[in-house]
């Protein structure tokens, strides 16, 4: 029995169709760690990139270390640094809120090239346009560059929305009991790991392609909605 | 305790991380082959596995398919009455190089349609079989297209060995969740371990880099 | 005439719904050397490649050397040639690119060498001795040992030129050997082919914009329109006395542009 919901191991197939909701309560999880580690990946990830493309020296060459140190190191180890060190100084969050925070972690070294990248490519070109034009840089900003940056960011960022999602079983060395944890608790308890890590495949498989199906489906969306796509 | 005395068990931990990403990049960058020129044969089967080969290992977590091979695996063999016990450095390997292999195979298939189609021509002019002609012209061109790419995912690879520790590989990863149980001393034990895995990190995109010079070294000829 | 090496009845090639050679009829002798010459979209290049086999056709048939090419005879039928087959007829024939399409991951002695010792089985010594004769042949013995990317235009098609040669084919086509080079260039690749074409017994079919040359080489010039021969005749003939009205037009195009 786990969340309440017990199992009936008479058969492979009733054992599969009683542990789904099961399943699907990890699944959850698994969503609000991926949608919550890619918030703060976004948001750690614009800092980064804003760091990154200071004019000064100082500031820009120890974000861009930062960044390759964290890119090069392992989530699992960044997870166990924040869980471990964290609470030595006297900041005490769920396992959930750790988890979710060291994925934003790994990933805003990602999200942070994506941002520059999309700026880089743009500005050079639209910079002199906007001069030619004669516009103030805050209108060059909002009405020039933001809105060709934006569809070239939020494809390649969808991409490492997928890859966090498939991150997300790391967390259940935390105790987080996300989808994989469950079917793992469920196959201790059952001495059946097949089903149960066969099933977590097979939703996995599911969550991805719905998730890639959506960030193609902007990838079509948004220059049909005006924004000029590459 | 010296933070010194933790260095012994932490670079006998690194040693087992640099064969196990040794090993898998290497058994990798042949399942990515294997794929990626299946996926483009015409023979349908040969493709068609290729394809779920790719689309299931892409699909699912790194961490899903270890486990699988390491804990639902047995039970699938017991049940067809095959023991299918993997020691936990074949699971370990096996699923690293699984994982990356489907990656790289989508790099490999890339690189390779990717080669102008006048090179095919030109080789089947000289009458080249399909076969002499992807080995001999197509990728010896795609090769050094392939490595920036395989340069990250060996960093990757890199970066997923340390989840074999909870298979009970007493890799870096794992070695540094034996002292932290024991000395509770998790600040300098994991600063150490992050700058250790930066370190073969940085060893690593060396190598790489120097393999990527040596596979293209006809393009940089005389310029 | 001799017995035609090449011949096309009736050939159609359609990409798409455009219809690029239109029932070609065309014959070329054994050792003749025949220019084709046309506007752009004439269907020109695509002979050759059809007969390089890197084009199938529709309609019609294609013989080399009597057999034919896009088939094979079957209890007296012809069907779709297979691939064994495509590979016999192809040892006839060798190809020169517009894009020269060497092999830029080799140097030029192996971009010469590789296809003879995989494709022929030679020895890589005999294969290598072949090589070094071409190589001298297209006066470019000091430049073996270099990457592609490291020659002038000129001197990679020659290197083409040696390339497809070293396979011994019966029949050389040329796929406008100088329209990709600078005008400096155009000479040294047109002395070669020239020097082939007296010195050499070889069947050449060439593609070309270079009139003047076509006219010095060629025991035969064709003047290629929508798909279809309008005229053809030695290239005295058709030069200075072209029957055709079409004919007259496209050589005074050329010959203003040319001016």
């Not at chain 1, 990139?49 to 270390?65: D, F």
């Not at chain 2, 090993?23 to 349908?44: Q, W």
């Not at chain 2, 995912?153 to 002292?179: M, P």
């Amino acid at each position: 029995m786990l969340f309440g919901i017990e199992w009936d191991t008479s058969s492979e197939w009733a054992f599969a169709v009683s542990i789904l909701p099961i399943l699907l309560i990890g699944m959850w999880v698994t969503i609000q760690a991926t949608v919550l580690g890619f918030f703060v990946a976004m948001v750690l990830g614009l800092i980064l990139a804003v760091l990154k493309a200071a004019p000064l020296r100082i500031v820009s060459w120890p974000a861009r270390a930062l960044t390759e140190f964290i890119r090069d190191t392992p989530l699992l180890i960044q997870l166990f640094f924040l869980y471990y060190v964290l609470p030595e100084y006297g900041i005490i969050l769920p396992a959930f809120l750790t988890g979710a925070l060291a994925l934003g972690v790994q990933y805003s070294a990602y999200t942070s090239e994506v941002y520059r990248a999309g700026l880089e490519a743009i500005l050079s070109g639209q910079r002199e346009a906007a001069r030619a034009l004669n516009l103030s840089s805050v209108r060059t900003f909002t009405h020039v560059i933001l809105p060709q940056a934006i569809p070239r960011i939020i494809p390649a960022l969808g991409n490492y929305l997928v890859s966090i999602m498939k991150d997300v079983p790391v967390l259940s060395v935390v105790t987080v009991l996300e989808m994989l944890n469950v079917a793992k608790i469920i196959g201790d308890r059952t001495f059946d790991y097949m089903v149960p890590l066969s099933m977590v495949g097979g939703l996995y498989l599911i969550m991805t392609l719905v998730a890639s199906a959506g960030v193609r489906y902007l990838d079509v969306m948004l220059p049909k909605r005006g924004f000029p796509l590459r | 305790m010296e933070w010194t005395s933790y260095l012994p068990p932490l670079l006998e931990g690194a040693w087992v991380t640099v064969q196990l990403a040794v090993y898998s990049t290497v058994l990798g960058a042949v399942f990515a082959f294997a794929a990626g020129i299946g996926k483009l044969s015409h023979n349908r089967l040969i493709s068609g596995i290729s394809v779920v080969y790719i689309e299931v290992f892409r699909g699912t977590s790194l961490l899903v398919q270890l486990f699988w091979l390491y804990f639902a695996l047995p039970v699938a063999g017991q049940i067809i009455g095959i023991d299918l016990r993997l020691p936990p450095v074949v699971a370990g390997i096996l699923a690293l190089a699984l994982n990356i292999g489907a990656y790289g195979a989508e790099v490999v298939r890339g690189a390779i349609q990717a080669v102008s189609r006048s090179q095919r021509e030109a080789a089947r002019a000289l009458n080249f079989t399909p076969r002499q002609t992807l080995r001999w012209i197509l990728i010896p061109q795609a090769l050094p297209e392939m490595m920036p790419t395989f340069g990250n995912l060996a960093i990757q690879n890199l970066k997923d060995t340390a989840l074999v520790s909870l298979i009970s590989l007493g890799d870096l990863a794992f070695r540094a969740e034996q002292i932290r149980n024991f000395t509770q001393d998790s600040t300098t034990i994991y600063t150490i371990v992050l700058f250790m895995y930066f370190g073969m990190a940085l060893v690593l995109t060396a190598m790489m880099k120097l393999l990527e010079r040596s596979v293209g070294r006809w393009r940089t000829a005389g310029t | 005439m001799s017995d035609p090496i090449i011949k096309f009845d009736k050939v159609v090639k359609r990409f798409g719904n455009f219809t690029v050679l239109n029932e070609l009829d065309f014959e070329v002798g054994t050792g003749e050397k025949v220019t084709i010459i046309g506007p752009s979209g004439s269907g020109k290049s695509t002979v050759l490649r059809i007969l390089m086999t890197l084009e199938n056709i529709n309609e019609g048939v294609v013989y080399v050397g009597g057999e034919p090419l896009w088939h094979e005879r079957k209890n007296g039928a012809l069907i779709p040639a297979s691939e064994a087959h495509l590979r016999k007829m192809r040892e006839q024939l060798g190809m020169v690119f517009q894009q020269f399409n060497l092999f830029p991951h080799m140097t030029v002695r192996r971009n010469l060498t590789e296809a003879p010792v995989r494709v022929l089985g030679l020895s890589k010594s005999e294969a290598r001795n072949r090589a070094d004769e071409l190589l001298e042949m297209v006066g470019l013995t000091d430049q073996a040992d270099k990457f592609p990317n490291q020659l002038s235009g000129g001197q990679q098609q020659r290197v083409g030129i040696a390339r497809a040669l070293a396979m011994r084919p019966k029949v050389m086509l040329f796929d406008e050997p100088t329209s990709a080079l600078d005008p400096e260039l155009v000479g040294e690749v047109l002395n070669v082919i020239r020097r082939l074409a007296t010195e050499h017994d070889l069947t050449m079919l060439l593609v070309t914009h270079e009139m003047q040359f076509a006219r010095q080489v060629s025991d035969r010039v064709c003047f290629f329109d929508k798909g279809r021969i309008v005229e053809q005749g030695v290239p005295d003939q058709l030069f200075t006395n072209p029957r055709e009205e079409r004919t007259r037009e496209f050589l005074k195009a050329v010959l203003e542009s040319e001016a």
